[in-house]
């Protein structure tokens, strides 16, 4: 039997990435700390993974550790051989092989990592072997911290280990990278959000970034090869990250007021088999009332401050296909929100055949030209993929971002 103990799992992918790696079967085991010292001492497992708060529980408890396991002090993989536990540290190779990955060198760079948990003490290690210069920990409390963290503004390279800015509070940092001129990488340990927000922050400026998933992955390739005793080829591991990004990530529809969002997101939804989300109608749902009274009652202002806080709420999920309103991605503050689990579809039709009919912003052909000025920027920027739907229906439009997407 294999799995992954901890105290609450619910979010862990392990089990499809062991499933898909090596075929086996892995179960999610939460369970409480006096029963984590039962499971170990009973040994009814052939591995386990472990998890948050009992890496060092499995420490203390397996009869072998390896070096580097007992350097970074915690173990989050436990193998049973003939009765005796040997335990491992893989997020050490999952973290330097998301660093390698991400194209982010270490050498000779002064290296912060915010947080003092167990990822923290990970990076450590990792930062030391990989030929950092200087490593600081930045912690809430200790001599080095979140108020005085200007002393160390020639940082070069920031990796995040505290759980600042994952799911369900999306959307924040620990730290503010503008603080840092000479940043060269950004690591996030968080993968949910896919994208969080200091990798978005980073990514924006242009400067290289990675978000955990890939970690994560890594890990559970390494944990599976001493689980199975077999190798387990980087190109299956790479295989197993393009699947579960591609399930996690959710199709984005933006474009002008009736340029197709709702009506393609929905042929779309069909055709992938995801759910289909619609901002326009959640907003409706959540005021109570239709977008012409919230616009007649509050303004635009009123209308806008629903549409933010349903957006947060609905990009926070997995998997579906998500139709933006028209002016979503104008207001700055939504677009890290849009980007943060999503892949951006830009539709674009020719402004003649945009239909204004019940749409507050688009009355006239002059109204909708002007919006149309005053947005193609920021369509432009968002855009992950603009879909030119002059010269085709809807069911075409959805044929052709439903084979973009399946190209990936
Ligand atoms: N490529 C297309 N070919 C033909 N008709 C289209 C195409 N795209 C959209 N339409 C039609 O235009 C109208 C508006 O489409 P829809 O309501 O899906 O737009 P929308 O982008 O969701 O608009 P809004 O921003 O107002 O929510 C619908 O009648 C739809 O069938
Ligand atoms: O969430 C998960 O599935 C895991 C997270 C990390 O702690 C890993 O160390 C562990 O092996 C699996
Ligand atoms: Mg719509």
Known sequence: MYGLIGKTLGHSFSPQLHRWMWGCEYRLLPMDEAAAEQFFTQRAFDGVNVT?????????????????AERIGAVNTVVNRGGRLYGYNTDYDGLSACIRRAGISLLGRKVLILGTG??????HAVAEDLGAEEIVTISRSGPDNYENIRRHAGAEI????TPVGMYPAAGAAAVDIGVFPNLQGVVDAVYNPLTTYLVDQARQRGIPATCGLPMLVIQAQRAGEHFSGRRISDASAEAALRRITAEQTNLVL?????SGKSTVGAMLGKRLGRPFVDLDEEVVRTAGKPISEIFDSGGEDAFRNIESQV?????????????????????EENRYFIRQNGRVY???RPLESLSGEGRPLSKSPEAIRALYEERREVYQSMADVSVDCSACGTEEAAAIIAKEWQSL
């Open 52 to 68: 948050i708060p009992y890496k060092q529980l499995a420490l203390r408890l397996c009869d072998e550790v390896d070096d580097r």
């Open 118 to 123: 167990g990822t923290s003490r990970t990076a």
């Open 158 to 161: 920031l990796i995040n280990t």
């Open 254 to 258: 933006m474009g002008m007021p009736g």
């Open 311 to 331: 957006l947060r709420q609905v990009s926070a999920r997995h998997g579906i296909v998500l139709a933006l309103g028209g002016g979503t991605a104008v207001r």
């Open 346 to 348: 830009y539709l674009q």
